[in-house]
């Protein structure tokens, strides 16, 4: 149902033009909105007029209208005024408040007919028939998932809505207590640089405007209505690799996931054989802080000595002794890039181990 603070808007400012005052309230007789206030109990009046036949009705000085929505009573809408043009500003308003109402219904069942393609829960030949009924075309989309640090209030998802709904293109949903969706009409971001600048945005709205930590992950482009919620599944699965293997980031890409999308999906017993064939029955615990450093400086400089050393500011004859203390404690010489790769691996499956064990 439409929010009583749009109707409340939408009667004063009619009654700011007329002059005259007016009332919504249900079939049932439960006030809505309002520009005056009555000067005895609406209720009984109300039921009355709304189980009758007349789709107008003049009683205690107050025109009575019936507002139909797809042929339904949807409201019982008075106006106050013993003017001669109280009739006519009562049947505008009518037409008012009816539009107001079909504009949501429409809404509503185009936000109900995405969430069920997100989730799966029509036939393809439903799904296309339902679409053309509801005015929703087919092109190049992506599925942006909101990830909000703890559970998502009213005012995120207004922001939310506030930048892109604006597009009729675009759609702004919910199916659980802890995401926001978007499904972003794509045919304006041109290449994977523009995704990524929206995805940004959104954190940095987030941060700013409702001040909440989020992460973004989104999924590959699509065409067709169906492969919607494939995108949507990248992009859950973007966030929870993300968690596991690049929490330092903010946006995540499906595509860019890399190795860690084959890790994420690889059976516990399946990691557990491997770790124990690198690292042997047990892990070496020798990654303090200066050890995690070396590695990833090491890493990120793609097992270049030199530039490594310069960045940690150490003479490069103790960043190869550094090296070789890990080769003895581990067996992996991290310098040549099999061993390296192997490790870089083997870390990247603890640390989904540690994941999985967490949530158990």
């Known amino acids: 149902m439409i929010s009583n ?55 205690s000085g107050c025109h009575f209208f019936k507002v139909m929505v797809d042929g339904e ?45 997100l989730l799966g829960n029509m036939l393809v030949v439903d799904m296309y028939n339902k679409a053309q009924k509801l005015h929703i075309e087919q092109t190049e989309r992506v599925v942006f998932v909101i990830d909000l640090e703890g559970h998502k209030d009213s005012a995120a998802m207004e922001l939310v809505k506030n930048l892109f709904m604006t597009r009729t293109k675009d759609f702004v949903t ?63 699965m973007a966030l929870e690799v993300g968690r596991i293997f690049y929490a330092e980031k903010e946006t995540i890409a499906y595509r860019y996931l890399g190795i860690g999308r084959l890790i994420y999906q690889l ?33 990120e400089n793609n097992l270049n000595i030199s530039e490594t050393a310069r960045q940690l500011y150490v003479h490069r004859n103790t960043l190869v002794y550094r090296l070789e203390r890990l080769q003895k404690t581990i067996g992996l010489d991290i310098r040549r890039f099999d061993d390296a790769m192997t490790f870089k691996i083997a870390m990247m499956v603890i640390s989904h181990m540690q994941y999985v064990k967490e949530k158990e």
């Open 267 to 299: 059976p516990m017993s399946l990691c557990e054989m491997f770790i124990h064939e690198v690292f042997g029955d047990e892990i070496p615990d020798v990654f303090n802080e200066e050890t995690t450093t070396t590695i990833q400086k090491f890493f």
């Open 73 to 117: 009573l949807e409201y019982v809408l008075l106006t106050r005024s013993s003017a001669e043009d109280a009739y006519m500003v009562g049947r505008l308003a009518v037409c008012q408040i009816r539009n107001l109402a079909a504009a949501y219904m429409e809404q509503f069942d185009r936000n109900n007919f995405m969430q069920n393609i």
């Open 174 to 236: 919910e199916v659980d207590e802890q995401s926001i969706i978007l499904i972003k009409d794509a045919r304006d971001l041109p290449d994977d640089t523009a995704l990524a600048s929206l995805a940004s945005v959104i954190v940095d709205n987030m941060h700013t405007e409702a001040m909440v930590r989020a992460r973004v992950g989104y999924g590959n482009r699509v065409t067709n209505l169906q492969d919607i919620a494939k995108s949507y599944q990248e992009a859950k």
């Open 5 to 59: 603070h749009k109707i409340q808007a939408a009667l004063e400012e009619i009654q700011e033009i007329s002059k005259i005052d007016l009332a919504v309230y249900t079939e049932k007789g439960k006030q809505v909105a309002a520009t005056f206030q009555p000067e005895f109990d609406m209720e009984d009046a109300v039921v009355s007029f709304a189980d009758s036949m007349a789709e107008s009705q003049m009683l």
